[in-house]
């Protein structure tokens, strides 16, 4: 069973389109839950960390639904800037621990 | 702004040489990992070092696979005998306390193992 899910897209979808981002992670007892950026042969870039109560940094909100091991990432008023692969990313532990990545879904925002 | 760094960008080698690849991390972090990433595929976690020793590895680190610390700044890779299906892309990140889990990565090296 994979440990992080996520649908490997692409997502093409116009400027100013809002788009979603899926993911469930196996591991009830992950801990810590975070969305990265990729861009294409880049380093991970972290996004942004998702926390239980929701959380918003501009035009992106990442939500956590622990019950169901879920996690969402929105991303309103798309730019093109924003093409990229977007990953879901978990710990086990909060603190030094491994990341277990997802996949990656891959956006492309036309203009 | 203070980032990782990682030597060299590209590497290419025969099957069964050894190779190190080198990263200087963020210098007040104390926590440093090796990932992998091969083309097409998802990030995958190999070792986590702090205080001079292993912390964590996983089952793809194998008896192949080093990590050292020679000095204040450098965190090394080395892979003893190179095999076709280590071509990836190997990211080395750190991050500064064991209360924070952003990691910060460097921006990766490319090695070919032809």
């Known amino acids: 069973r994979k440990e992080v899910e996520q649908d490997p897209g692409p997502f093409n979808v116009p400027e100013g389109a809002t788009v979603a981002f899926n993911c469930t992670y196996s591991n009830s007892a992950s801990q810590s839950f975070f969305w990265y950026r990729q861009d294409c042969r880049k380093e991970p870039k972290l996004l942004m960390s998702v926390y239980s109560s929701g959380n918003e940094d501009g035009r992106f909100t990442a939500q956590l639904n622990r019950a169901s091991q879920y996690i969402s990432l929105l991303i309103r008023d798309s730019k093109l800037s924003d093409s990229a692969t977007y990953l879901c990313?978990?710990?086990?532990?909060?603190?030094?621990?491994?990341?277990?990545f997802g996949k990656g879904t891959r956006l492309s925002v036309i203009a | 702004e203070p980032e990782v760094t990682q030597t060299p960008s590209h590497q290419v080698t025969q099957m069964g040489q050894e190779v190190i690849l080198r990263c200087v991390p963020i210098s007040n972090h104390l926590y440093f990992y090796w990932y992998r990433q091969i083309l097409g595929q998802k990030v995958e976690f190999l070792v986590s070092?702090?205080?001079?020793?292993?912390?964590?590895k996983s089952e793809i680190f194998d008896d192949q696979f080093s990590v050292e610390r020679p000095d204040g700044s450098n965190f090394t890779l080395k892979i003893r005998s190179t095999k076709l299906e280590d071509s990836a892309m190997y990211f080395c990140?750190?991050?500064?306390?064991?209360?924070?889990?952003?990691?910060?990565f460097g921006p990766g090296t490319r090695l070919t193992v032809l």
């Open positions: 070092f702090y205080n001079n020793e292993i912390s964590e």
């Open positions: 990140a750190s991050t500064i306390s064991s209360r924070s889990n952003e990691q910060f």
């Open positions: 990313v978990v710990s086990l532990y909060s603190g030094n621990t491994p990341l277990v």
